[in-house]
């Protein structure tokens, strides 16, 4: 089991919802029920998949959860892609989120291989 408040990549996507949940008040007012929706459940599921999983008793259930939460992000990634289309916010911001998040799935990505060489690793 680990303590999810201490890994870094739950840190940065709790920061990153808060920026998407900032950025999607924003939006038309009837995107509530669409987009906007959309994404909040999305960028909330990364952190969240990554707290459940930390507190599974198995390396091999938390790897599963941080696949979760890396579908979550790229389906966040995508979202963003039609927000930007859509101009419902700007290019520089389309920009600095697109970073931000893809530092999220660069991280978790890390930190599941990381997991499964130790699955490995252990198995010897």
């Keep these: 089991m680990h303590n999810f408040r ?3 990549v739950w840190q940065e996507a709790i920061s990153l ?3 998407v949940y900032e950025m999607t008040a924003k939006f038309p007012a009837n995107e509530k029920y669409g987009l906007t929706s959309q994404m909040n459940r999305a960028v909330v599921s990364i952190a969240s998949n990554i707290a459940e999983g930390a507190g599974r008793n198995s390396d091999k259930e938390f790897v599963q959860f ?4 890396l579908g979550s ?4 990634d995508t979202q963003l ?3 930007n289309e859509f101009q419902f916010l700007s ?3 389309y920009k600095s989120l697109t970073i931000k998040l893809n530092e999220v799935q660069r991280m978790l990505y890390g930190f599941q291989q990381s997991i499964i060489r130790k699955i490995k690793k252990s198995s010897v």
């Design 73 to 76: 992000a790229f389906e966040v």
């Design 6 to 8: 201490e890994l870094k």
């Design 17 to 19: 919802a808060k920026q």
């Design 91 to 93: 290019e520089t911001y």
């Design 81 to 83: 892609v039609l927000a």
């Design 66 to 69: 941080l696949s979760i939460a």
